[in-house]
């Protein structure tokens, strides 16, 4: 099915910290998203993953000491090396000069060996990475359970992360669909810029979130459309990286404890989509819908 879609250019997606000379004109905004409150339920669990300062991705939460990311955030983009534990730092429910909690990485696994140069959509399922913390920030902000599409196929999909274009807030891009799918990478609909590496693809059902993949590049489609390639949560169920999410005691589709430090009231969170799509419905059905341009001010 993947090969059906020919994929005309790919890029990775971390913000890198060009010199002050070097930086480009920026690219236009996507506004067919909205801005969530990174201190309430879901997005406790998101974090900015800040490398020695020289850059930024998206990390989410999956145990109380235990975080995913794509594997090439990880990387020295321009030597390739792996960066020091000391400059992978995970800062969960940043927003703008606040954040609710923050850790610094203790030990990391990944499927990569240095940072990809010439990407294509077959590193999807070595482009990740399993980091363990050395506080257990989850306990304090939650964290999500890690499970397949095939546990609810029909459930709503959405992503959220932190953005080149917002890199103090989080956004949320709802009514993905998936275009193509199989055991090693998944390719949907929702666009993922820079900054968005290791971003979640989430999924909504009865009342709990799930992460079902790890969008790691962007690229363009034949028609012209711009895609992203997500890991899919499949991969966590064997080999290397089943083995690195075991070890951190991460099951795959187990359901995880409700925060109750933050509480779980996603009031708010509707309230936004609601708002962004002038429409009154519950949560699931809000999020099956694509955001209209200007839902960010």
Same mark, same amino acid.
Not at 127 to 145: F, K
Not at 148 to 163: H, K, N, Q, S
């Given at each position: 099915?993947?090969?059906?879609?020919?994929?005309?250019?790919?890029?990775?997606?971390?913000?890198? +910290?060009?010199?002050?000379?070097?930086?480009?004109?920026?690219?236009? %905004?996507?506004?067919? !998203?909205? @801005?969530?409150? +990174?201190?309430?339920?879901?997005?406790?669990?998101? =974090?900015?993953?800040? *490398?020695?300062?020289?850059?930024?991705?998206? $990390?989410?939460?999956?145990?109380?000491?235990? $975080?995913?990311?794509? =594997?090439?955030?990880?990387?020295?983009? !321009?030597?390739?090396?792996?960066?020091?534990?000391?400059?992978?730092?995970?800062?969960? =429910?940043?927003?703008?000069?606040?954040?609710?909690?923050?850790?610094?990485?203790?030990?990391? %696994?990944?499927?990569?060996?240095?940072?990809?140069?010439?990407?294509? #959509?077959?590193?999807?399922?070595?482009?990740? *990475?399993?980091?363990?913390?050395?506080?257990?920030?989850? %306990?304090?902000?939650?964290?999500?359970?890690?499970?397949?599409?095939?546990?609810?196929?029909?459930?709503?999909?959405?992503?959220?992360?932190?953005?080149?274009?917002?890199?103090?807030?989080?956004?949320?891009?709802?009514? &993905?669909?998936?275009?193509?799918?199989?055991?090693?990478?998944?390719?949907?609909? &929702?666009?993922?810029?820079?900054?968005?590496?290791? #971003?979640? @693809? @989430?999924?909504?059902?009865?009342?709990?979130?799930?992460?079902?993949?790890?969008?790691?590049?962007? =690229?363009?489609?034949?028609?012209?459309?711009?895609?992203?390639? $997500?890991?899919?949560?499949?991969?966590?169920? *064997?080999?290397?990286?089943?083995? $690195?999410? #075991?070890?951190?005691?991460?099951?795959?589709?187990?359901?995880?404890?409700?925060?109750?430090?933050?509480?779980?009231?996603?009031? *708010?969170? %509707?309230?936004?989509?609601?708002? &962004?799509?002038?429409?009154?419905?519950?949560?699931?059905?809000?999020?099956?819908? !694509?955001?209209?341009?200007?839902?960010?001010?």
């Amino acid at each position: 099915m993947l090969r059906r879609l020919v994929l005309l250019a790919l890029i990775l997606l971390p913000v890198l +910290a060009p010199p002050v000379a070097a930086a480009g004109p920026a690219q236009p %905004r996507d506004e067919h !998203r909205a @801005l969530m409150d +990174a201190g309430t339920w879901p997005f406790t669990a998101l =974090g900015r993953l800040n *490398a020695a300062g020289r850059g930024f991705c998206t $990390a989410v939460l999956v145990g109380p000491s235990t $975080a995913l990311t794509a =594997g090439h955030c990880l990387f020295n983009p !321009r030597n390739g090396a792996l960066r020091q534990l000391s400059d992978i730092h995970v800062v969960a =429910g940043f927003q703008r000069d606040t954040w609710l909690a923050h850790a610094r990485a203790k030990a990391v %696994r990944t499927g990569l060996k240095t940072f990809p140069r010439n990407p294509d #959509s077959s590193l999807a399922p070595q482009d990740w *990475a399993v980091i363990e913390l050395d506080v257990p920030i989850g %306990r304090t902000v939650g964290w999500l359970g890690v499970r397949t599409l095939d546990a609810a196929p029909d459930a709503p999909l959405f992503e959220a992360g932190y953005r080149h274009d917002r890199p103090y807030a989080v956004s949320l891009g709802s009514g &993905c669909s998936v275009l193509s799918r199989n055991a090693e990478r998944l390719m949907h609909d &929702c666009t993922v810029q820079q900054g968005g590496s290791g #971003s979640p @693809l @989430l999924q909504y059902d009865d009342g709990r979130f799930w992460v079902v993949g790890l969008n790691v590049m962007q =690229g363009r489609i034949q028609d012209g459309r711009a895609v992203a390639i $997500a890991a899919p949560a499949e991969i966590f169920a *064997a080999g290397a990286p089943g083995q $690195a999410l #075991s070890k951190a005691g991460v099951s795959l589709g187990a359901p995880t404890p409700l925060p109750e430090a933050v509480g779980t009231d996603t009031g *708010a969170f %509707r309230s936004v989509l609601a708002s &962004c799509l002038k429409a009154d419905a519950p949560l699931d059905t809000l999020l099956r819908r !694509r955001l209209p341009a200007g839902c960010i001010r």
